[in-house]
Each structure stands twice: as structure tokens, then as C-alpha cells.
């Protein structure tokens, strides 16, 4: 099994940048797609940013296009979401998940993190 562990989330004012990582435990999260959800409170899970296995494709929800970026460093074994002019409707908790399909439906992963709050005030 695969296991996930998002860090990064934290306080920032809007129109500042956070960088979350989603760190994994075994070599194997590099054959899997990857993709970052959130929740805000009392709203239903939606879908962020997704990137493929080889990390030559990626997808993007139309309410962070443009602002924020998900990479793959295989290296450290870690897939980044890089959020820049962030907003207070970004306030949520981000997760990250994996599995073998590239989706932007949270039915379709398989591992999922434990979830980091990010916050952003006005």
C-alpha cells in the first residue's frame, strides 16, 4: 500500500502563494497518476489538479487555472501543488491521492493523505 502524507498547508493572506507537497511512501507512487482535492466546511469534496504518471499531462480545475501548478519530483518522491493569488473560496483542507487511472473524480483513487488546511484570509 501506498501511504500519503500531505504537508504545507498554513495561514496566508490573500493574494499569497503556498506550496503543498504530497510525500509518499513507496517508489511505486511514481506509476500512478496524481491529483490534489479539497473540502472546504459543510461543502462536498472537489477535485484541484491532477497530473499523469509521467507527468507530461496535467488537468486543472477552472476555479485554480492559471493559478495554481502540479508537478511530479520523482527524486524525492513527491508531487508539489504550487498556489499562487490565492483567494479565501481556496480555504479548504487539500488532500492528495493516487491510483492508477488519470481522473478528476475522487471515486476513481485509490490511496488518499491524511489532508493539510490552508487557510487564506481577506
Known amino acids: 500500500q501506498v501511504q500519503l502524507v500531505e504537508s504545507g498547508g498554513g495561514l496566508v493572506q490573500a493574494g499569497g502563494s503556498l506550496r503543498l507537497s504530497c510525500a509518499a511512501s513507496?517508489?511505486?507512487?511514481?506509476?500512478?497518476?496524481a491529483a490534489w482535492f479539497r473540502q472546504a466546511p459543510g461543502k462536498e469534496r472537489e477535485f484541484v489538479a491532477a497530473?499523469?504518471?509521467?507527468?507530461?499531462?496535467?488537468y486543472y480545475a477552472d476555479s485554480v487555472k492559471g493559478r495554481f501548478t502540479i508537478s511530479r519530483d520523482n527524486a524525492k518522491n513527491t508531487v508539489p501543488l504550487q498556489m499562487n493569488s490565492l483567494k479565501p473560496e481556496d480555504t479548504a483542507v487539500y488532500y492528495c491521492?493516487?491510483?492508477?487511472?488519470?481522473?478528476?473524480?475522487?471515486?476513481?483513487?485509490?490511496?488518499w493523505g491524511q489532508g493539510t488546511q490552508v487557510t487564506v484570509s481577506s
Open positions: 491521492a493516487a491510483g492508477p487511472l488519470f481522473s478528476t473524480t475522487d471515486t476513481e483513487y485509490v490511496y
Open positions: 513507496a517508489r511505486t507512487f511514481t506509476l500512478y497518476a
Open positions: 497530473i499523469r504518471s509521467s507527468g507530461g499531462t496535467t
